[in-house]
């Protein structure tokens, strides 16, 4: 595994250079390992499609007795020995998050978009987009945005050329290859195909998103009366 | 209690930053130069992480229900304590009801005020932060505006006795100052040192080599996230999409127009640009004070020369602690 630096305080666990599950599993093994103990001198983790990137502080590191002029290589050492020794861990399952969701009228404006670049239906997108298993890979760009993967082939959609100023919270996307769900009010460049009422970032809550890297999730059709219902009930 | 009579253009609740967080999609944030930051609340006895206000190009009309002591640094920022300068990187004590008011910055764009005892708004997420685009932290997580009061914690026995002092011998302000751009080793005006990015091999040797010679101006296209260059066009050897992948704040990514952008702490936690290059923690603060129009270049450096610059700006802070630890007895 390739432990390269990014800037002063920082180092990127490269696991591999592809997206695919087999990657993210291996990602994950490698986060949790790190995770399990803190390692001297090292603040946060942060998982990605291919890579752990390990935060730290070459003051505190130092501290811990890393040499003053081999930081880098003392921790690179300490990590490469952690990851060949994992502390004893519970096998990590994921859950399963399913997610309401009111597809197109207004909550998803691109859903005849994606539905003519597929030559389908509106109701057949819907209906592969809700049949499909999604893996959250990583959790980015805004405080509990998924990145999913598993969209079916056929309902790739280049994002727009020029992003919306404002998308919506809950909106259901598909940027390319990917989908996700917008947690907050933000620019966006996706295609929208619908909207979700359940409430992604979670301040007042530990963890404060409702899914996490790793989980599975499962998209359903509601109708607008049932959005309107889980809206005000939340 | 703090009460904001004009906020300024943009002044925020700051600490330093929501850390822990990013595997979720949570920026770090935090005060844009928390060196600066930590500065001025060792001034005021703060502990490190105490919240500031971080002020930008205009900056706020206060005053204070109490006597108290604060501190301030950054950009030069014009400054009145009632109609009376207000002197900068050193503790001022200022009675109940005075107004202290800061106007334009003079140079520079941003600077941090702290007060003893530290701005007392709730911890979200373990920081005092304000998280706009969240609208969480800080003060009901958005900038201040007119009217508003904010709480302040317990000064510290240090602040209580250099305040007491000050009180005795009818002074303002004491003579010694604290100034963050004297620690440790700081690079020449114009300069910023920056090590090689992950992605440094994706782009031709002459952009390789004309980003570490060329002159760079900051643009307008500048906030808490970033700052986005203009100079020569950065080509790329290696076409194609990178996986998107944690950044950093000094991370310098460069999208397909080819103009690095300088991440800042308010950054998003992942990126998909190449990064060129990161630049060193020590010499970050300097993108935080860059107006439109400013010029800088990049001077290369090494992982175990950027370390030695970290270290040593730690241990200058460090000494002046043990030696403002002394001064009130």
Same mark, same amino acid.
């Given at each position: ?25 291996? /990602? ?68 399963? /998050?399913? /997610? ?135 | 209690? +703090? ?10 609740? @700051? ?10 999609? +949570? ?15 060792? +001034? ?25 002591? +604060? ?14 300068? *207000? ?52 003060? #009901?997580?958005?900038? *201040? ?22 009180? #005795? ?64 066009? *950065? ?17 310098? @990514? ?13 950054? @998003? ?33 090494? *992982? ?26």
């Amino acid at each position: 595994m390739q432990i390269t630096p990014l800037g002063d305080n920082a180092l990127v666990l490269e696991v591999g250079d592809v997206i695919d599950e087999r990657t993210h599993r291996r /990602v994950q093994a490698a986060w949790r390992a790190l995770a399990a103990e803190v390692l001297p001198g090292v603040g946060e983790l942060v998982p990605a499609y291919t890579t752990v990137t390990v935060f730290y502080d070459p003051w505190q590191a130092v501290q811990a007795g890393a040499p003053e002029n081999g930081i880098a290589d003392w921790l690179v050492a300490k990590l490469h020995e952690r990851l060949k020794n994992p502390p004893k861990m519970e096998k990590f399952k994921g859950r399963t /998050v399913d /997610v309401p969701v009111c597809y197109g009228g207004e909550f998803g404006p691109d859903l005849a978009r994606v539905a003519a670049q597929a030559r389908l239906s509106p109701e057949e997108v819907i209906q592969r987009h809700t049949k499909a298993d999604y893996l959250v890979h990583l959790i980015g760009f805004a405080p509990g945005f998924p990145y999913l993967g598993g969209l079916p082939k056929e309902l790739e959609t280049p994002r727009h050329a020029k992003p919306r100023m404002v998308v919506p919270p809950g909106s259901v996307g598909i940027g390319g290859g990917q989908t996700g769900i917008y947690p907050l009010a933000t620019p966006g460049g996706w295609n929208l195909i619908g909207r979700t009422p359940l409430r992604i970032f979670r301040p007042e809550e530990t963890p404060p998103v409702l899914m996490a890297a790793g989980d599975q999730v499962k998209f359903r059709v509601i109708t607008p009366e049932e959005f309107a219902r889980l809206e005000a009930g939340r | 209690m +703090i009460h904001v009579h004009k906020p300024g253009l943009l002044t925020t609740v @700051q600490d330093l930053g929501r850390p822990g967080y990013q595997q979720y999609g +949570i920026v770090v944030g935090g005060a844009l130069d928390g060196f600066a930051a930590r500065t001025v609340n060792l +001034i005021v006895g703060n502990d490190d992480n105490a919240a500031v206000l971080e002020m930008a190009q205009t900056g706020p009309e206060l005053s204070f229900e109490r006597e108290t002591l +604060i501190a301030w640094g950054g950009a030069n920022f014009e400054a009145h304590l009632g109609s009376e300068p *207000l002197p900068r990187d050193r503790a001022v004590r200022v009675a109940a009801g005075e107004t202290v008011s800061f106007g334009l910055a003079v140079t520079g764009m941003r600077a941090w005020l702290a007060v003893a005892g530290g701005v007392d708004v709730p911890l979200v997420m373990g920081s005092r932060s304000t998280y706009r685009r969240a609208g969480i932290g800080g003060h #009901q997580g958005r900038p *201040l505006v007119a009217g508003d009061t904010l709480k302040t914690g317990t000064p510290s026995e240090w602040a209580w006795k250099i305040l007491a002092a000050l009180h #005795q011998d009818a002074k303002r302000a004491t003579a010694w100052t604290v100034r963050p751009e004297t620690m440790g080793r700081p690079a020449p005006a114009g300069v910023v040192r920056a090590m090689r990015g992950p992605e440094w091999d994706w782009f031709k040797v002459e952009a390789q080599l004309d980003f570490f010679r060329a002159n760079w101006q900051a643009t307008r296209e500048a906030d808490r996230m970033g700052v986005r260059l203009t100079g020569p066009m *950065l080509v790329r050897e290696k076409v194609g999409d990178m996986i998107s992948s944690a950044v950093n704040a000094g991370v310098v @990514q460069v999208p397909a127009a080819g103009q690095p952008i300088v991440l800042l702490p308010s950054r @998003q936690s992942v990126g998909g640009y190449p990064r060129i290059a990161a630049v060193v923690a020590a010499d970050l603060g300097r993108f935080t004070q860059l107006r439109p129009g400013d010029s800088m270049r990049f001077e290369e450096t090494t *992982l175990v020369s950027a370390h030695e610059l970290y270290l040593a700006r730690e241990r200058d802070l460090n000494r002046v602690r043990t030696g403002l630890a002394r001064l009130a007895g």
